[in-house]
Nanobody
Framework: QVQLVESGGGLVQAGGSLRLSCAAS????????MGWFRQAPGKEREFVAT????????NYADSVKGRFTISRDNAKNTVYLQMNSLKPEDTAVYYC????????????????WGQGTQVTVSS
């Protein structure tokens, strides 16, 4: 059983930055591929970013490339999402997810999910 807890969400003006954190417990964190997804009101959940066990390989949604950076610190059992140049369309609940498989852009590939943290970007 894997437990994931997100933090760092909040309210920010367009053009600002936020850093989300996801702390993992319950198993060996270094064996898990990690991902970030988001869901806006009235819309389906969408892929944001993913990172391999080693942290060497990453993948991003086209909508966030060049603005968001995913990273991990296996010694701290934590994955991060640094979000810069935020836009109103980034407003959503952001979820951290884990899988023992390789990196994937599909939510169905992930076995464990956090509770989510709200990110609101004002115009």
């Amino acid at each position: 059983q894997v437990q994931l807890v997100e933090s760092g969400g909040g309210l920010v003006q367009a053009g600002g930055s936020l850093r989300l954190s996801c702390a993992a417990s319950g198993r060996t964190f270094s064996r898990d591929t990690m991902g970030w997804f988001r869901q806006a009101p009235g819309k389906e959940r969408e892929f944001v970013a993913t990172i391999s066990r080693s942290g060497v390989f990453t993948n991003y949604a086209d909508s966030v490339k060049g603005r968001f950076t995913i990273s991990r610190d296996n010694a701290k059992n934590t994955v991060y999402l640094q979000m810069n140049s935020l836009k109103p369309e980034d407003t959503a609940v952001y979820y951290c997810a884990a899988t023992q498989s390789g990196i994937s852009t599909y939510g169905s590939s992930y076995n464990y999910w956090g509770q989510g943290t709200q990110v609101t970007v004002s115009s």
